[in-house]
């Protein structure tokens, strides 16, 4: 049928039918929340680069995920700022280091929330790379000892998933087994496993004070050039144990989670990273965008493409837009 006897405008005429046939419906059980643990009492550091966004002390980041948890987010992504840094990261892995300190707090106040944990180095070195280095390079092999420590520490605080975003080769494998044989067969791994070199991490690194001192990260991230490459790196990560693989970032890659999500039948979660979060803040405040509805279009975009799950600075303003009922 074609027109005018068809006439796709017909059923966009009431705002009833629009919702009838809306293929994608954005939800709060979509979110998971990024927050930043810091030492101290009663800190709340914004991050300037990231409006809305704070570094949080352990009793600001509970009563974070509580919010988050009460607005029906189920989720939350913990990432922390140590005091000290060195050149192998120790505070990654420390047992009283920020992020095992913030697991158990959060686990005895919002025991509810799904815990994840970043798994990496590069908030803990001294040189901000995300493994460790020997002259000017990134041991592959040495850094899996300390990733798989790393996560078996946030494992043992009470972490519920963890989420190692280095980019190391056999890192997945590494933390199954060492999970498995340490009693945590039932923490699943949420592998970064499609984790772009992208220049959008600009403002996270700056709240995490985490930028490489020298070099960048090009010898272990991905070239945002490359998809095959993508679908061999989820795959290998499915292979080694991954429950849930991601795409990072988002927006400019959502050809890759369309991509994965066409060949791959586990769940796809995908960072809504900094730097997107951070453009639509600035437009905003510019005046030159609605940056609520640039959001919502955002986020209903990046699961429309294809992801189960979002990473997202916007949770907590996205899910009080879906209760508003706003989608
Ligand atoms: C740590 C890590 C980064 C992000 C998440 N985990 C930074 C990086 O890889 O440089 C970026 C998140 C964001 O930009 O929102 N490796």
Redesign the pocket.
């Known amino acids: 049928m074609l027109f005018p006897e068809y006439r796709p405008r017909r059923l966009r005429q009431h705002d009833a039918f629009r919702r009838m046939i809306r293929e994608t419906v954005l939800s709060a059980d979509d979110l998971i929340i990024?927050l930043f643990a810091i030492e101290g009492k009663g800190v709340k550091n914004p991050i300037s680069s990231m409006p809305g966004q704070y570094q949080l002390s352990i009793d600001n980041i509970v009563k974070a995920a509580k919010t988050a948890y009460d607005l029906g987010i189920p989720a939350m992504m913990l990432?922390g700022i140590p005091d000290k840094k060195n050149p192998l990261g120790t505070g990654a892995y420390a047992k009283k280091g920020i992020v095992q300190k913030a697991i158990r707090s959060i686990k005895e106040k919002v025991p509810d929330i799904a815990l994840i944990t970043?798994v990496?180095l590069?908030?803990y070195t001294d040189h901000g790379h995300?493994g460790v280095v020997v002259g000017q390079a990134i041991d592959n092999d040495a850094t899996l000892d300390l990733l798989a420590k790393t996560a078996l520490s946030h494992a043992d605080a009470g972490a519920d998933m963890v989420a190692p975003?280095?980019m190391m080769d056999g890192r997945v494998a590494k933390i199954r087994r060492c999970l498995d044989e340490d009693g945590f067969s039932n923490v699943p791994v949420m592998s970064?496993a499609a984790?772009y070199c992208s220049a959008?991490?600009g403002?996270?690194?700056h709240a995490?004070d985490?930028a490489p001192k020298f070099g960048d990260?090009r010898t272990y991230?991905m070239d945002p050039a490359n998809a095959l490459e993508a679908v061999r790196e989820v795959t290998l990560d499915i292979e080694e144990g991954a429950d849930i693989i991601m795409v990072?970032?988002a927006l400019s890659y959502l050809d890759i989670i369309c991509r994965i999500r066409e060949e791959i039948d586990l769940p796809i979660a995908a960072?809504n990273?900094?730097?997107e979060?951070a453009m639509i803040k600035a437009a905003d405040k510019a005046g030159w965008i609605d940056g609520k509805k640039v959001m919502m279009e955002s986020l209903v975009s990046i699961k429309r493409a294809g992801a189960d799950m979002i990473l997202t600075?916007f949770a907590i303003e996205a899910a009080k837009e879906i209760k508003n009922g706003n989608r």
């Open positions: 990024p990432f970043d990496c590069c908030q995300c975003s280095d970064y984790k959008f991490y403002p996270f690194r995490a985490s990260r991230q990072k970032p960072y990273v900094s730097g979060y600075y």
